[in-house]
């Protein structure tokens, strides 16, 4: 036995002198005001803040492991938090992880970040301004439901869905721009937004329903479209249809060449 324990207490005094790192233990973790969880392939997700800064940022890691995710309800009711900027290591911010942030009023999502999920951004009454970078693929149902204060949203060039409701009762947006990457509008994604007058639909979105769009509100003023082939179903005769001018032969001929 006194040889067992000598020879062990070598093996870890070896493992120390050479700096050899501790296998990952996965669970959850409390560092400073970071609730973390840490997976067996030791990427970390973010689990709840329990600080009560205005401004947060992110990290990108804690002691070398990746943040790799926002976690659900992580900063759900977080009244306190005022603009909060997300490490570019992020690639999925969860269910209601910002949900009913009253004062949030400037949120930086990190260049990863592929989903917005549902309810993620829910009720940020404060909301003004959002960038969608290029990474973003989906913005899931309801992700900024209730942002009454947003006016801008800058959409990547990545994305491909807007889920249901997903900017449902965001009253001060006016003007919407969706670019040619998104192939699918889900229903009352942009429902109950009573300012939006103005809206431009990308050339890969193939069938769009505006009676299933845009419910529960005035008819918009201008809707364009960079997709000859679109096709509108039920759309007020209120509502002008600007569509793209007709490609001429050599346009054609040339686009094939470029193939």
Known sequence: MKRFILTLLCLLCFGIAFGNEPSVVSGDYIIDDWKIYISEEGKISIKDYKGSSENVEIPDNFDGFPVVSIGEKAFQNKDSLVS???????????????????KLKSVVIGKSVETISEYAFEDC?????????????IIKESAFYGCVNLTSVDFGNSLEKIGNEAFRQCSSLTSVVIPDSVKDIHFG?????????DFTIGKSVLSFDYSQIFLWME?????????????????????????PKAKSLREQMQERNDK
Do not use: M, W
């Open 219 to 243: 008819p918009l003023h201008t809707i364009t479209l960079k997709n000859a082939g679109t096709d509108l179903i039920k759309v007020p005769s209120s509502v002008q249809v600007i569509k």
């Open 84 to 102: 909060v900027t997300i490490s570019d290591s992020v690639t999925l911010i969860d269910r209601y992880a910002f949900g009913s942030c009253s």
């Open 125 to 137: 009454e404060s909301l003004e301004k959002i960038v969608i970078p290029d990474s973003v693929k």
């Open 189 to 197: 994604a942009f429902s109950a937004c009573e300012r939006l007058t």
